[in-house]
């Protein structure tokens, strides 16, 4: 554990042990009155949270000029999405590109999705790859916002956003004990406590565990992750809430494929292999480890203000021992040969660090309610990765594929080196505000003032000729209107200027110019069935100029392993329309139905980016059983068009479908069935950046007990 995150962990657990300690020597005479009235700050202040989504303002998912949809804890719970990459496949407009066992990107609109948060506050503009899984027991809910996000980052793209909402303590004593078992040994076990710390309710903790263990359909691959996350929080006085907590996740890999099929033959035909074909060897791992810990004050000013402050630190270790695979000639030969094998072994570190404070509140104005936020923060990112040479064993051939996992010696390591730093600095003030223009016309209003400084060599590894950033400085304007035609029918128009910093380099070896550009959003939200249900309609538009694109390899043998990979900046223009409905019909059924359109064209005005579906459904219904009240059957899938790449493959459009089945057998206990690929489909996913086979038909049974 890092000895920030030490420090507040036990700043945490003292505060909450000082607190108890005083409670109960309270006296008899006292107590009645002290819990009385803390019972009344308690409820107004530390147990109503609200996540502020898009805005940074406290306004509903209806009233916000973005679409905004979620995933929450009963729908992965009932579906069985452990990992976050699962979970979001399911996400209205949200493609999951896992093109090896431990990476993968998502996009939207078209676009890299490159900017992750946590409860509202995310770090540096990092790249859109994302190594390994979030345990998806440790969150609430995960909010996807869609578009620029230009009132929340300063920096971004216009695909969207992904929001981790943490798990909080409540107001009352709880827990949950779960345990499932799975096809290719799959064993996790998952609890969740609750426990009020003060006789008055001011101080709670929660303690969050889950474990998993598993081999995979594809061959050799065993993953093993466990995660542990604490937090405790309580009233300072009577207007203050301290929350502290801390996240440790160690998460293993055995076998990973690093790099992704190679399915083109020579004559130009694609070749078809089992779907538990790997590149991978038995001596290769893939091993991560962080801590993140974050401290958070929010203190309430009287009149509807309220000032928070929160810092965040993150740190991760990253150990690799990896084969990659590959051709010279970018195919296969007719009798799938022509792969050679490239050892690969580092260790790397990487740190984040956010301070942010903003006060925020409403205020009157020309006889209407306002709300303001106001804030300044700043997110420094260190990165470090270390390599062992390969003494030998570098570009031994490989036997037709598929092989085994024995076929390729593990080669003699180097000492270690340095191989790559790289530190950037982000320094904003931002500003949102809702105007209310008339009793149905509301204005959002929103600037970001954005300075970036970074240093080092490229985060893709690139040796570029200058390794000092100039410094960036950015401001960004957003606009947004909603109209309520009637309580229940909200229309919106917003526009946002996108900005982003890349990381790539040209074929001179300098880093692109920032990617510049402009969206816009309008739709329409409707609540039907008692505001039970939201239906959302949009079309939107997005032009990124400058955005960098692959252009190819420099030198050595046509790949990026031993060559210098170029990219170039080019216009990118998306435009399409969306639409979702979700929430309940009636009081037992639950539905989300989404579908997404898309064209992206290039500064030619044709088709780009091919791997990017052009049209998916995302759907999720489930349903207590009326003749069996204690039976809840639910259906959720991901269907999408076809897509390709030059060189690549190609994947026809497809269907994925997964089931559940939860029997309570008790109001405590409850046994679920899942099944997912309910119809065994094959697919390739992951064009973006290679290929691989999505998992086949398997089945898991877990049992939820309520402690």
Not at 560 to 585: I, M, N
Request: net charge neutral; proline share 3%.
């Amino acid at each position: 554990m890092t000895r920030p995150a030490f420090l507040l962990t036990a700043c945490a657990l003292a505060a909450a042990s000082l607190v108890a300690e005083a409670q109960t020597v309270s006296t008899a005479a006292d107590a009645p009155q002290a819990a009385n009235l803390e019972t009344v700050v308690v409820t107004g202040k530390r147990a109503n949270r609200v996540s502020k989504g898009a805005t940074g303002l406290p306004m509903d998912v209806k009233e916000t000029p973005q679409t905004i949809s979620s995933i929450d804890r009963e729908d992965m719970a009932n579906f069985g999405l452990t990992g976050s990459n699962e979970a979001l496949g399911l996400a209205t407009g949200i493609n999951v590109e896992q093109y090896e066992t431990n990476r993968a990107t998502f996009n939207a609109r078209g676009f890299e999705i490159q900017l992750t948060q946590i409860d509202g506050l995310g770090m540096t503009n990092s790249w859109g790859t994302v190594v390994g899984r979030e345990d998806t027991f440790l969150f609430d809910r995960i909010e996807l916002i869609r578009g620029a996000n230009g009132l929340l980052t300063g920096v971004g793209n216009a695909s969207g956003t992904i929001n981790y909402i943490r798990k909080r303590p409540l107001n009352q004593d709880s827990g949950e004990f779960n345990v499932t078992l799975g096809q290719w040994g799959k064993k996790r076990a998952a609890l969740d406590v609750n426990k009020v710390l003060t006789q008055d309710g001011a101080w709670a903790g929660r303690l969050v565990v889950a474990h998993e263990d598993k081999d995979s359909y594809l061959r050799d691959l065993h993953d093993k992750r466990s995660s542990v996350y604490g937090v405790v929080d309580g009233q300072i006085g009577s207007h203050g809430v301290l929350t502290v907590g801390i996240t440790a996740v160690d998460a293993r890999q055995y076998s990973p494929m690093w790099g992704s099929l190679t399915l083109l033959r020579a004559d130009g035909t694609q070749a078809d292999f089992p779907v538990g074909a790997s590149t991978s060897q038995r001596w290769t791992y893939w091993n991560t480890r962080s801590y993140n810990a974050f401290i958070e004050y929010a203190h309430q000013l009287g009149d509807g203000w309220e000032a928070k402050l929160t810092y965040n630190t993150r740190h991760g270790d990253e150990s690799t021992r990896l084969l990659y695979a590959y051709s010279p000639t970018g195919v296969l030969k007719a009798d799938n040969t022509g792969l050679v094998g490239w050892p690969y072994r580092s260790e790397g570190d990487t740190d984040h660090r956010v301070l942010d404070a903003n006060l925020s509140g409403d205020f009157q104005a020309f006889g209407r309610q306002h709300w303001l936020l106001v804030g300044v923060s700043q997110s420094r990112e260190k990165t470090s990765v270390d390599i062992f040479p390969v003494q030998n064993h570098m570009g031994d051939a490989l036997p037709a594929f598929p092989y085994g996992g024995d076929v390729y010696t593990e080669p003699t390591w180097g000492a270690r080196q340095p191989s790559t730093r790289g530190e950037q600095q982000l320094t904003r003030f931002y500003a949102a505000s809702q105007i209310g223009l008339t009793e149905q016309l509301k204005g959002i209003l929103g600037v970001n003032a954005v300075r970036l400084a970074r240093s080092g060599a490229s985060i893709y590894g690139n040796a570029a000729t200058n390794t000092v950033y100039p410094d960036t400085r950015e401001v960004s304007p957003y606009v947004g209107l909603t109209y309520a035609f009637s309580p229940a029918v909200t229309g919106y128009v917003s526009y946002s200027d996108i900005f982003q910093n890349q990381d790539q380099t040209d074929r001179k070896g300098e880093y692109l110019a920032p990617m510049k550009g402009v969206n816009a959003e309008a739709g329409v939200k409707a609540e039907w069935l008692d505001r039970a249900l939201l239906t959302t309609f949009a079309v939107f538009s997005a032009r990124q100029q400058g955005l960098a694109t692959y252009g190819g390899v420099i030198g050595g043998t046509g790949t990026s392993l031993d060559g210098q990979s170029w990219y170039e900046g080019k216009d990118v223009k998306s435009r399409g329309f969306e639409a979702e409905a979700t929430g309940r019909l009636g009081r037992d059924a639950k539905l989300t139905l989404g579908y997404t359109h898309l064209k992206l064209t290039g500064p030619d005005g044709q088709d780009i980016y091919e791997w990017v579906p052009r049209n998916t459904v995302n759907f999720r219904v489930d349903s207590r059983v009326p003749v069996l009240p204690a039976l809840r059957l639910g259906l959720g899938g991901r269907w999408q068009s076809d897509v390709s790449k030059v060189g690549s493959a190609r994947q026809d459009a497809y269907l994925v479908a997964n089931a559940f089945a939860a029997y309570e057998l008790s109001p405590a206990a409850t046994l679920r069935l899942n099944v997912n690929n309910l119809f065994d489909k094959k697919y390739i996913g992951g064009l973006a950046y290679g290929a691989i086979y999505g998992e086949p038909r398997n089945v898991s049974v877990t049992l939820d007990y309520k402690l």
